[in-house]
Protein backbone atom coordinates (compact mmCIF):
# COMPACT_ATOMS: atom_id res chain seq x y z
CA UNK A 1 0.00 0.00 0.00
CA UNK A 2 0.83 3.37 -0.73
CA UNK A 3 0.36 6.25 1.83
CA UNK A 4 0.30 8.57 -0.81
CA UNK A 5 -2.78 6.91 -1.93
CA UNK A 6 -4.85 6.34 1.21
CA UNK A 7 -6.43 9.76 1.20
CA UNK A 8 -8.47 8.21 -1.83
CA UNK A 9 -9.71 5.17 0.09
CA UNK A 10 -10.01 7.29 3.54
CA UNK A 11 -12.54 9.93 1.73
CA UNK A 12 -16.11 9.54 2.30
CA UNK A 13 -17.56 8.63 -1.11
CA UNK A 14 -20.39 6.66 -2.44
CA UNK A 15 -18.39 3.79 -3.79
CA UNK A 16 -16.00 3.94 -0.43
CA UNK A 17 -16.60 -0.11 0.69
CA UNK A 18 -16.11 -1.18 -3.05
CA UNK A 19 -12.71 1.28 -3.35
CA UNK A 20 -10.91 -0.66 -0.45
CA UNK A 21 -12.23 -4.35 -1.96
CA UNK A 22 -11.10 -3.55 -5.54
CA UNK A 23 -7.62 -2.43 -3.80
CA UNK A 24 -7.01 -5.28 -1.93
CA UNK A 25 -8.12 -7.71 -4.96
CA UNK A 26 -5.24 -5.97 -7.02
CA UNK A 27 -2.75 -5.55 -4.26
CA UNK A 28 -2.56 -9.38 -4.16
CA UNK A 29 -2.06 -9.36 -7.49
CA UNK A 30 1.52 -7.60 -6.64
CA UNK A 31 1.21 -4.68 -8.24
CA UNK A 32 3.21 -1.21 -7.66
CA UNK A 33 0.19 1.05 -6.31
CA UNK A 34 0.79 4.66 -7.55
CA UNK A 35 -1.48 8.16 -7.68
CA UNK A 36 -2.03 9.37 -11.14
CA UNK A 37 -4.77 11.49 -12.20
CA UNK A 38 -5.76 11.76 -8.69
CA UNK A 39 -7.31 7.90 -9.02
CA UNK A 40 -5.25 4.96 -7.38
CA UNK A 41 -3.39 3.28 -10.76
CA UNK A 42 -1.18 -0.27 -10.36
CA UNK A 43 1.64 -0.48 -12.71
CA UNK A 44 3.76 -3.58 -13.65
CA UNK A 45 7.28 -2.18 -13.84
CA UNK A 46 6.55 1.39 -15.26
CA UNK A 47 3.80 0.23 -17.34
CA UNK A 48 0.34 1.33 -16.14
CA UNK A 49 -1.92 -2.10 -15.60
CA UNK A 50 -5.29 -1.08 -13.53
CA UNK A 51 -7.14 1.87 -12.17
CA UNK A 52 -9.46 2.34 -9.92
CA UNK A 53 -12.16 4.86 -10.12
CA UNK A 54 -15.72 6.34 -10.00
CA UNK A 55 -18.48 7.79 -11.69
CA UNK A 56 -22.10 9.00 -10.38
CA UNK A 57 -23.82 5.82 -11.77
CA UNK A 58 -20.83 2.89 -10.75
CA UNK A 59 -17.38 2.47 -9.28
CA UNK A 60 -14.94 0.74 -12.29
CA UNK A 61 -11.69 -0.91 -12.53
CA UNK A 62 -9.96 0.24 -15.46
CA UNK A 63 -7.35 -2.02 -17.88
CA UNK A 64 -5.61 -0.12 -19.77
CA UNK A 65 -4.49 -2.90 -22.44
CA UNK A 66 -8.29 -3.56 -22.25
CA UNK A 67 -9.17 -4.90 -25.86
CA UNK A 68 -5.72 -7.08 -25.69
CA UNK A 69 -7.53 -9.48 -23.01
CA UNK A 70 -9.28 -12.57 -23.76
CA UNK A 71 -12.53 -11.38 -21.39
CA UNK A 72 -13.66 -14.86 -21.08
CA UNK A 73 -16.31 -13.70 -19.02
CA UNK A 74 -17.81 -11.24 -20.63
CA UNK A 75 -17.15 -8.31 -18.31
CA UNK A 76 -14.96 -5.33 -20.13
CA UNK A 77 -16.54 -2.54 -21.53
CA UNK A 78 -15.77 0.12 -24.23
CA UNK A 79 -16.85 2.97 -22.00
CA UNK A 80 -17.19 4.87 -25.69
CA UNK A 81 -16.71 4.39 -29.73
CA UNK A 82 -13.53 6.70 -29.30
CA UNK A 83 -11.89 4.67 -26.41
CA UNK A 84 -9.59 2.26 -28.78
CA UNK A 85 -7.41 0.31 -25.78
CA UNK A 86 -8.47 0.30 -22.43
CA UNK A 87 -11.96 -1.42 -20.88
CA UNK A 88 -13.55 -1.16 -18.07
CA UNK A 89 -15.11 -3.62 -15.83
CA UNK A 90 -18.11 -1.77 -13.72
CA UNK A 91 -19.60 -2.43 -10.69
CA UNK A 92 -22.69 -1.06 -8.64
CA UNK A 93 -22.02 -2.88 -5.41
CA UNK A 94 -19.60 -4.64 -3.23
CA UNK A 95 -21.51 -8.05 -4.14
CA UNK A 96 -20.47 -8.01 -7.48
CA UNK A 97 -17.12 -7.34 -6.81
CA UNK A 98 -16.53 -10.33 -4.22
CA UNK A 99 -18.79 -12.56 -6.88
CA UNK A 100 -16.36 -11.45 -9.43
CA UNK A 101 -12.77 -11.47 -7.33
CA UNK A 102 -11.25 -14.43 -8.36
CA UNK A 103 -12.36 -13.78 -12.13
CA UNK A 104 -10.69 -9.79 -11.71
CA UNK A 105 -7.35 -11.32 -10.52
CA UNK A 106 -7.19 -13.70 -13.42
CA UNK A 107 -8.00 -11.02 -15.62
CA UNK A 108 -5.48 -8.42 -13.87
CA UNK A 109 -2.87 -11.06 -14.11
CA UNK A 110 -3.63 -11.74 -17.94
CA UNK A 111 -3.33 -7.53 -18.26
CA UNK A 112 0.40 -8.57 -16.83
CA UNK A 113 1.31 -11.07 -19.19
CA UNK A 114 -0.02 -8.43 -21.95
CA UNK A 115 2.17 -6.19 -20.79
CA UNK A 116 5.00 -8.38 -20.07
CA UNK A 117 5.07 -9.78 -23.48
CA UNK A 118 5.01 -6.20 -25.12
CA UNK A 119 1.66 -6.75 -27.26
CA UNK A 120 -0.03 -3.12 -28.72
CA UNK A 121 -3.06 -2.81 -30.63
CA UNK A 122 -2.80 -0.72 -34.17
CA UNK A 123 -4.61 2.57 -33.16
CA UNK A 124 -6.73 4.69 -35.32
CA UNK A 125 -4.68 7.26 -37.31
CA UNK A 126 -5.44 10.99 -37.59
CA UNK A 127 -6.00 10.41 -41.27
CA UNK A 128 -8.51 8.06 -40.36
CA UNK A 129 -10.98 10.15 -38.68
CA UNK A 130 -13.30 12.27 -40.72
CA UNK A 131 -12.39 16.05 -41.21
CA UNK A 132 -16.13 17.59 -41.25
CA UNK A 133 -16.79 20.17 -44.29
CA UNK A 134 -16.89 22.69 -42.62
CA UNK A 135 -13.42 22.45 -40.82
CA UNK A 136 -11.68 21.16 -44.22
CA UNK A 137 -13.24 24.88 -45.59
CA UNK A 138 -11.48 26.78 -43.11
CA UNK A 139 -8.45 24.80 -43.79
CA UNK A 140 -8.96 25.11 -47.68
CA UNK A 141 -9.02 28.90 -47.25
CA UNK A 142 -7.02 30.47 -44.01
CA UNK A 143 -3.13 28.67 -45.24
CA UNK A 144 -1.88 29.63 -41.65
CA UNK A 145 -4.76 27.90 -40.32
CA UNK A 146 -3.73 24.61 -42.42
CA UNK A 147 -0.04 25.10 -41.23
CA UNK A 148 -1.13 25.54 -37.81
CA UNK A 149 -3.40 22.33 -37.61
CA UNK A 150 -0.61 20.21 -39.64
CA UNK A 151 1.92 21.57 -36.61
CA UNK A 152 -0.54 20.00 -33.73
CA UNK A 153 0.49 16.73 -32.10
CA UNK A 154 -1.73 13.88 -33.62
CA UNK A 155 -3.65 13.73 -30.24
CA UNK A 156 -4.89 17.00 -30.39
CA UNK A 157 -5.76 16.98 -34.30
CA UNK A 158 -7.83 13.87 -33.20
CA UNK A 159 -9.47 16.22 -30.46
CA UNK A 160 -10.50 18.52 -32.41
CA UNK A 161 -11.84 16.27 -35.19
CA UNK A 162 -13.62 14.50 -33.06
CA UNK A 163 -15.01 17.89 -31.29
CA UNK A 164 -15.85 19.34 -34.33
CA UNK A 165 -17.61 16.11 -35.85
CA UNK A 166 -19.98 15.81 -33.00
CA UNK A 167 -22.55 17.65 -33.68
CA UNK A 168 -25.83 16.72 -35.75
CA UNK A 169 -26.12 20.40 -36.80
CA UNK A 170 -23.78 22.15 -39.36
CA UNK A 171 -24.46 25.57 -37.69
CA UNK A 172 -22.85 24.09 -34.67
CA UNK A 173 -20.18 22.37 -36.05
CA UNK A 174 -19.38 25.66 -38.13
CA UNK A 175 -19.43 27.46 -34.22
CA UNK A 176 -17.10 25.10 -32.99
CA UNK A 177 -14.61 25.82 -35.79
CA UNK A 178 -15.00 29.59 -35.75
CA UNK A 179 -14.09 29.49 -32.15
CA UNK A 180 -11.24 27.16 -31.86
CA UNK A 181 -9.53 28.71 -34.89
CA UNK A 182 -7.43 31.01 -32.47
CA UNK A 183 -6.20 27.82 -30.44
CA UNK A 184 -5.13 25.83 -33.45
CA UNK A 185 -3.37 29.06 -34.41
CA UNK A 186 -1.33 29.46 -31.08
CA UNK A 187 -0.41 25.77 -31.48
CA UNK A 188 -2.75 24.59 -28.44
CA UNK A 189 -5.03 21.99 -27.75
CA UNK A 190 -8.73 21.76 -27.55
CA UNK A 191 -7.94 21.31 -23.43
CA UNK A 192 -5.37 23.92 -23.54
Not at 3 to 25: A, C, G, H, S
Not at 83 to 103: D, H
Not at 150 to 163: E, I, K, N, S, V
Amino acid sequence: MNPKVDWFFNKDTKWQEEYVKLRMIILDCGLTEELKWGCPCYTFGKSNIVLIHGFKEYCALLFFKGALLSDTHGILIQQTENVQVPRQARFTNIREIAELENILQAYIFEAIEVEKVGLKMDLKKTADYTVPVEFQYKLDRIPALNAAFDALTPGRQRGYLFYFSQPKQSKTREARVEKCIPKILDGKGLDD
